[in-house]
C-alpha cells in the first residue's frame, strides 16, 4: 500500500527486523551475470577446463570468507547457509559433469555451468515447499557467483557507509558484506517474514522492511528514507515534520525503552497490587537467546522449533536436536524453556508434495507428530527429554483439537521416557506437558483437556482465525481478524475459568500477549503468565506494573458484557491513556495521522 502526502511517499510493507533507520538511499542493482555461448575449438578445450577451475577456486574462496564474517558478526545458524552453498559449490557430482561436458560439447563454461544448474533446480524443485524460494535463491546464489568469476566480475560491495540498502532483494550473502558498511537498514521489494535474510538481518540488528513491492521505483539513489522495521512502514522522501516525528520516535525510543528496558530488567512482572505474572518470551531463533536476560523475562514461554527444518526441508536427527535444545536450556537456566514439538503443516514447514485444498484444516501440527511418530515425536521427545537434564524444560504439544490426542500422544511420551531411564540416560524427574489452545474445540473441551495437563498455552493467532473463520494471513479479510471480539474474550475467560478449576496455570503465546491494549484485560481475566514477543517485552511490563487486579477484574466484566469489538477498544483505550499516559502518548498520539494507524 502506498500513499503520497505533500512531497513524501509512505508506503506498507511486512516488519522484517525491528527498529528505525534514517538516512539515504543506495539502491542496490545486482547486474546479472552475461551467459554467453561460443563453440569452442579443440585446442581452446583445455584452457576453457582451467579457466573454471580457477572460477571455482575464486568462489570457494569468497564463500570462505563470508562464512568467517557470518560466524563472527552473526551466529553459527547463520554461517551455516553460505556452508550449506560452499557444499553446492564442491558438489563433485556437478563440477565434473561440467568438466566432462566442455570437453565432449566443446561449449565455454559459462554455458554449461548456467545448464547444469537450471537442471539441477529442475530435480529438486519442490514449489509446494514455503521454503524452496529461499533453497531456489540460495542454487542461484551460487550459480551467479561462479558466472562473475568466470568473466573474472566482482561484485563489488561498493555500498556506501551508513546508507539505506533498497534493494527488490537480497541475498543472506549481500546482507552479511553489506553489514561491514554498517548500513542502516534495508527495504525490499521481496521477501518474507521468514527468509534467510531476514533471520541474518534480525541478527545484525538491521531494521528493515519487505514486500513493499515498488520501492525500487520510487525511491532514487541518494533520497531519504525513514525505515520502521517495528510496523513495516517506509517514508520515501519525508517531510520536514515527519522527519522531526521520526527523530524524537527515535530519541523517545533510544532514551525510553533502553532506559525502560534497563530499569524493568531487574523488575518483577508485577502489578501494583502486588499479583506476580509470569512474562516470557516467544523466541525461534537461537541468536535470540540473549534477549531473555537483556530483559529480564521469567524464561521461554514459546519455543517454535520448526525452524530447525528451515532452508532443509528434511530430517532432523536426535543428537543434532538434542544439541540444538540443550543449548537453548542452558542458556536460559534456572528459568524454564517451553519447547514446541513441530508445528509443521498450514502456513509453516509442508512435508508432502500434496498440495492441500485448506492446508490450516489439514494435516498440521499434532496430527503429523502422531501420523508419523518414528520420524517427528519420537526423535523430538527423545532429544528434549534428553536436554531437560540441563535444566528447566516444558513440552508444548500444537493444534490439540481432542483428548484422544493427548492421551495418544501421552503413550509416547510414558513409552520413551521409560526408554531413556532404561537406557540409562538422565532425564529431569518432572518434565510439564502443556497443549496449545488454538482450535475452538480444545477450548470447548477445556475442563477435560486441564485434567490430563500440566498448563495449557493459548494460541490466539490461530484460535482467532478458527473461532471468527478469518484466515490469519489473508490482507482481504483483514480488518476482520478482530483480538477484541465479544466471541474472543468470552472464549480467553472460558478458557482460563476452566484451566484454573482444574488446578493449572494458563499462558498466553499469541501475537495479542504482545498488545499492550490487551494487558488489563488478560490480568482481569486471571491469566497467569505472558509469553510475547522480545521487542514488546519492556512494554508489556511497563503495563502489567500499571495494573490494579480488582479495578482490571471491574473492567474485563464490564468489557465481557459489550457486544461490540469497537466499543471494547475504545474502553481499552481509555484505560491505558490514564494509565500509561506517557506510552500512550507516544504511540498513539505521535503516530495517529498515519494511513491504517
Ligand atoms: C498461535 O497460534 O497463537 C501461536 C502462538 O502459534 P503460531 O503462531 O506458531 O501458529
Ligand atoms: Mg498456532
Request: glycine content about 6%; aromatic content about 8%; overall charge negative.
Amino acid at each position: 500500500m502506498s500513499m503520497r502526502k505533500g512531497g513524501e511517499i509512505r508506503l506498507r510493507g511486512i516488519p522484517g527486523s525491528p527498529g528505525i533507520a534514517i538516512g539515504r538511499a543506495f539502491l542496490f542493482e545486482r547486474t546479472r551475470p552475461r551467459i554467453p555461448h561460443r563453440h569452442l575449438a579443440p585446442e581452446e578445450v583445455e584452457g576453457e577446463i582451467v579457466r573454471f577451475r580457477e572460477a571455482l577456486e575464486r568462489s570457494e574462496r569468497e564463500l570462505h570468507k563470508i562464512i568467517e564474517i557470518a560466524r563472527q558478526k552473526v551466529d553459527p545458524d547463520a554461517a551455516a547457509i553460505f556452508e550449506a552453498q560452499l557444499l553446492m559449490l564442491r558438489d563433485e557430482h556437478i563440477y565434473e559433469r561440467i568438466e566432462q561436458r566442455i570437453r565432449s560439447e566443446r561449449l565455454n563454461a559459462e554455458a554449461i555451468v548456467h545448464e547444469e544448474f537450471e537442471a539441477y533446480l529442475e530435480r529438486i524443485q519442490a514449489p509446494e515447499d514455503p521454503y524452496w524460494d529461499e533453497r531456489a535463491s540460495d542454487v542461484r546464489d551460487v550459480l551467479e557467483r561462479l558466472l562473475r568469476n568466470l568473466q573474472k566480475g566482482r561484485l563489488l560491495s561498493n555500498v556506501e557507509e551508513s546508507s539505506i540498502v533498497v534493494a527488490d532483494e537480497l541475498t543472506p550473502a549481500d546482507l552479511v558484506l553489506f553489514s561491514r558498511r554498517n548500513i542502516l537498514g534495508v527495504a525490499l521489494d521481496y521477501g518474507g517474514p521468514t527468509s534467510h535474510t531476514v533471520i541474518i538481518a534480525r541478527s545484525l540488528r538491521v531494521p528493515a522492511v519487505l514486500g513493499l513491492h515498488n520501492i525500487t521505483d520510487l525511491a532514487a539513489p541518494g533520497d531519504m528514507l525513514i525505515v520502521d522495521g517495528y510496523t513495516g512502514r517506509v517514508i520515501v522522501r519525508p517531510s520536514r515534520a515527519t522527519r522531526n516525528l521520526y527523530h524524537r520516535h527515535l530519541r523517545w525510543l533510544e532514551n525510553h525503552i533502553r532506559t525502560f528496558e534497563r530499569e524493568l530488567a531487574s523488575l518483577p512482572a508485577q502489578t501494583r497490587c502486588g499479583r506476580r505474572i509470569w512474562l516470557r518470551v516467544n523466541l525461534e531463533f537461537r541468536e535470540e537467546l540473549p534477549s531473555v536476560a537483556t530483559l529480564g523475562a521469567d524464561g521461554i514461554g514459546l519455543y517454535r522449533s520448526e525452524p530447525l527444518f528451515l532452508g532443509r526441508g528434511k530430517f532432523v536427527s536426535e543428537e543434532e536436536q538434542y544439541a540444538y535444545y540443550r543449548q537453548i536450556v542452558e542458556a536460559v537456566r534456572p528459568e524454564v524453556a517451553t519447547i514446541r514439538l513441530f508445528d509443521l503443516g498450514a502456513d509453516k514447514v509442508l512435508l508432502s508434495t500434496y498440495r492441500e485444498p485448506n492446508p490450516f484444516l489439514g494435516w498440521r501440527g499434532v496430527r503429523i507428530l502422531l501420523d508419523r511418530p518414528e520420524e517427528f515425536l519420537r526423535p523430538q521427545l527423545r532429544a528434549i527429554l534428553r536436554a531437560s537434564a540441563h535444566g528447566s524444560v516444558r513440552i508444548l504439544i500444537p493444534m490439540v483439537t481432542s483428548l484422544e490426542e493427548i492421551e495418544r500422544f501421552y503413550v509416547y511420551y510414558r513409552a520413551i521416557y521409560e526408554e531413556l531411564r532404561a537406557e540409562g540416560v538422565a532425564v529431569a524427574e518432572r518434565v510439564p506437558v502443556g497443549a496449545m489452545i488454538e482450535v475452538p474445540s480444545a477450548a470447548v473441551l477445556i475442563e477435560r483437556l486441564a485434567e490430563r495437563l500440566d498448563f495449557v498455552s493459548i494460541g490466539t493467532n490461530d484460535l482467532i482465525q478458527y473461532l471468527l473463520a478469518v484466515d490469519r494471513g489473508n490482507d482481504l479479510v483483514a480488518d476482520l481478524y478482530q483480538e477484541f471480539h465479544p466471541a474472543v474474550l468470552h472464549t480467553l475467560k472460558h478458557i482460563i475459568d476452566g484451566a484454573h478449576r482444574k488446578g493449572i496455570s494458563v499462558s498466553l503465546c499469541g501475537e495479542m500477549a504482545s498488545n499492550p491494549l490487551a494487558t488489563v484485560l488478560l490480568v482481569g481475566m486471571g491469566l497467569d503468565e505472558f509469553s510475547v514477543n522480545p521487542v514488546m517485552l519492556p512494554e508489556i511490563k511497563y503495563t502489567i506494573r500499571q495494573v490494579d487486579c480488582e479495578q482490571a477484574r471491574l473492567l474485563t466484566e464490564e468489557l465481557l458484557a459489550l457486544s461490540r469489538t469497537e466499543e471494547i477498544e475504545k474502553r481499552l483505550q481509555a484505560w491505558h491513556r490514564t494509565c500509561c499516559p506517557e506510552l500512550y502518548r507516544m504511540k498513539m498520539e505521535e503516530m495517529e495521522d498515519w494511513p491504517g494507524a
